[in-house]
């Protein structure tokens, strides 16, 4: 260590010393003993704390928001069970829009004592808030009671109500060393059980055999829910022109349609079993994340756009062609079953619980069976018309009417666009619409700028400029956000290797600490912070307070202050006179104070 780092260390030190224990708090804290009534309990001992006007302590049972009050003590070095007076509801200090218990005023806490002790110890953790700022608070207190008999009377004091109403400590003070493990996880696990009782009993699956049979059908009635019944309307649109046609090319066509598309669901429920079986994640699940949502209602639009007329899809059948136009009928169908089934993903239907119930949690193998048999029953209409292509006879002609009801489809799917939308975070809004009006810029140049008559090249040219610009958007707007967070955990050691050596900035925060996380979220977010490392070429070290530390909490004081938030700056040149602000400030105010401690 340098001669200069030691001598900053010693000021500091002498600094700390000079600040006597206890003392410009903003509260009192004093352990009494009382006599009872009360042969069970005879002494009663009191740790009394009082907070500053303006302050408040919250309540020992923990909430949204602050740290709860707890007492430990000891008589005689046995342990006593501490008990709380009602906290008040009330807004938070620091957010008022929070409702918490808190103390306010002096507040009693209570120690019951089946005899007199020699000795009584007790520890108060607090924490003290005000409108502004927060204060932790861990007092050690002594009593030696020596004469019983002459202790006053607890029935005669102001408290004495507040003891009566008073409980156990729901909350206990974790050792600082304490990690929590999977035991203590289990632990925390609900140990009750129950015996539930099904309202259709012979509906719950208990066996291969039921849950296949019950699967099957729970397929073929996905067909008919919400969320699928629009493609599914599509594909039988788009046999409709096959009536018009020569019966034996129709019928081939009509069978080859149906095999495949038939065949797109049934390969999309086994890779569904295979991601269930790998992953443990539920039915539907896969839609809680909002890049599958907002990817599934990317292809929606688009595919709606193509029913208005704006352009065609090259891969998805969903608009009646003549039979000549058809390129790739196989592969338009085999596409138009995938997507069928993927909208049937987040849906549910009759039967379909009690098979999921059972089935997920049986062995990968039982978990494909059961999936393959739900996509079996949703391909059976079509594999029928596969094996009975005569049934095409029965489609209405194609008239003026299909075009209306391509329309008519265009808003259902935009419809379930607003259903998707609505199912993501707000905070996503702003770019899904941005995403949403770019596909339909791709979408119509895609249809006014291209056509047959062009050749292939020009054509797939301007298609493929198109994808890259809705894939170009999708990424600016998408990207991962996360920036590498210049602040380093604070140590001791390495503070005092680095004063006087380089620029420092010290942030004293804390997990209890409304204000201190609404500085990290705004003033000292990532983006900022790393500017401010690099503009000023400073080392960000973060001191954590959230469990006590005497060490820190030594260096706080240090700083003239015994409540946080506080940021302290320690100039290279002359880091024994550190600049400090306090509570709430802005970006403006810290920059002004950067520019003037650690510009050159």
Known sequence: MTLRAAFILLCLAVLNLAAPAGAAGPYEVSLQAFRTDDPAAPVLGVVTLTPAPEWHAYGNVQGPSGFPTTVTAQADGADLNALYPPAEPGPDPIDPSLTVELYNGPTPFFLPMAKAPAKLTARLNA?????????????????????????????????WPRYLLSTPGAAETLPETAVATPADAAAQTPSVSFSPRYFAPGLEVHTLSKAAGLAFLAGLILNFMPCVLPVITLKLRSFIPAASGMPMQQRLAFRAHNLFFALGMMLYFLILAGIIAATGIAWGQIFQQPSAIITLTAIVFALSLSLFGVYDLPLIDLKGKAAGVKHHPKLESFTTGVLATVLATPCSGPFLGGVLAWALIQPPKIIALVLSCIGLGMASPYLAMALMPGLYRFLPRPGGWTVHLERLLGFLLAGTCVYLFGLLPTSAYLNVLILLWTIAVAAWTWGKLTNLNQSRLRRWAIRSACLALVATVSLLLFRPTAQQDPWQNFEMSRFQSRLGQENLILDFTADWCPNCKFLEKTVLKPENSVRIAKDFKATLLRVDLTRHDPELMALLESLGSKSIPILAIFPKERPESPLVLRDLFTSGQLQEALEAELRP
């Not at 808030?129 to 029935?155: H, I, N, Y």
């Open 127 to 159: 924490l003290l808030c005000s409108a502004t700022t927060c204060q932790p608070l861990r007092e050690d207190l002594e009593l030696a009671v020596t004469d019983p008999a002459g202790l006053p009377r607890a029935e005669d004091q102001p408290w």
